[in-house]
């Protein structure tokens, strides 16, 4: 009943920005928290960002403060992740997922998106 689809990834020179998209159907984001995670090739998922929109809430781990900025519009029913300043660390594959609770462990999401590929290089 619940859809996520991501989009905006791509490759993208180190240095450089993207934008990726969450789009919702089956549900508003109105009394959700959704969150951006990542997983690199041989690594586990990582929860990278999230928005509550309950509380209006932004979170993001300590590695991209101050170069990631997620947002949203509700109109369009929509969560973006703006990334800057983009590092060759960062390349995997994003996922957006819908949560009751406002957390950034995998575990608290019910619904999740089929993932954008995002690769940096030098």
């Known amino acids: 009943e619940v859809q996520l689809v991501e989009s905006g990834g791509g490759l993208v020179q180190a240095g450089g920005s993207l934008r990726l998209s969450c789009s919702a159907s089956?549900?508003?984001?109105?009394?959700?928290?959704i969150g951006w995670f990542r997983q690199a090739p041989g690594k586990e998922r990582e929860g990278v960002s999230l928005?509550?929109?309950?509380?209006?809430?932004?979170d993001y781990v300590d590695s991209v403060k101050g170069r990631f900025t997620i947002s949203s519009d509700n109109a369009k029913n929509t969560v973006y992740l703006q990334m800057n300043s983009l590092k060759l660390e960062v390349t995997a594959v994003y996922f957006c997922?819908?949560?009751?609770?406002?957390?950034?462990?995998?575990?608290?999401?019910?619904?999740w998106g089929q993932g954008t590929q995002v690769t940096v290089s030098s």
């Open positions: 997922a819908a949560a009751g609770v406002e957390s950034l462990y995998e575990d608290a999401y019910d619904s």
């Open positions: 089956g549900f508003s984001f109105d009394d959700w928290t």
């Open positions: 928005i509550n929109y309950s509380d209006g809430t932004t």
